[in-house]
């Protein structure tokens, strides 16, 4: 069965610098994987997506994820947070398993310090 | 284009009530979720509708919730009697065709009381 493991439930980092959300999966298939954010207040918002196509998958506002087989991540990375990235992230996996049903991590919490 | 449209945006009834959320999907798009996220849980799958008819329903807690697509347009879903375990945002999403073109809406926060 599928599922997704978000590392770390909160993340804290100061404005200007580097952002790194981890993201484990395990799925028996050639899954596709997905990255989401939630800021205060609004709606679930795309910011990247992997399809078997490149393994670097460049998102919106300047984030982008690895996806690497070997290790079974897609770590979400940033080089330079800017404080209106302060939101929830949440890692998505989808395989023919879950009848391509999206299933969540837990999320993570990314706080920017001034 | 309009998004995902869900109404209300929040909801606060008592514990034994019914409440009807509402969700009107992107204009064309045959395919509409619906997931929820329970406080302190992971996001998860409710129903899937095609057009009106319901593909998976697999995700459905119980027979208090009941999901309807009339016409294959907007979707409701109804919980009655509403529990206090029900509270949660309840998010919509529709998709042309696949799993890559979701769009969710803001969500609807219900607290049951």
């Known amino acids: 069965a599928q599922s997704v493991t978000q590392l770390d439930s909160h993340v804290s980092v100061s404005e200007g610098t580097p952002v790194l959300l981890r993201c484990n999966y395990s799925s028996s298939y050639s899954p596709s994987l997905f990255w989401y954010v939630q800021h205060p207040n609004k709606g679930l918002q795309l910011l990247l997506k992997?399809?078997?196509?490149a393994t670097l998958v460049k998102g919106i506002n300047g984030f982008e994820a690895e996806f690497k087989k070997s290790e079974t991540s897609f770590h979400l990375t940033k080089p330079s947070a800017h404080m209106s990235d302060a939101a929830e992230y949440f890692c998505v996996v989808s395989d023919q398993d879950s009848n391509y049903q999206l299933i969540w991590g837990a999320g993570t919490k990314l706080i920017i310090k001034p | 284009e309009a998004g995902v449209t869900q109404f209300p945006s929040h909801s606060v009834i008592e514990k034994g009530q019914t409440v009807t959320l509402r969700c009107d999907p992107i204009s064309g798009h045959d395919n509409l979720y619906w997931y929820r996220r329970v406080m302190g849980k992971e996001i998860k799958f409710l129903l899937h509708f095609v057009k009106e008819s319901k593909q998976d329903e697999s995700g459905m807690p119980n027979n208090r919730f009941l999901a309807e697509r009339t016409g294959g347009t907007y979707s409701t879903l109804k919980v009655q009697p509403a529990e206090l375990e029900d509270s949660g945002v309840y998010f919509c999403?529709?998709?042309?065709?696949?799993?890559?073109?979701?769009?969710f809406g803001s969500g609807t926060r219900l607290t049951v009381v």
């Open positions: 999403a529709s998709s042309p065709g696949d799993v890559y073109g979701y769009t």
């Open positions: 992997y399809t078997s196509a």
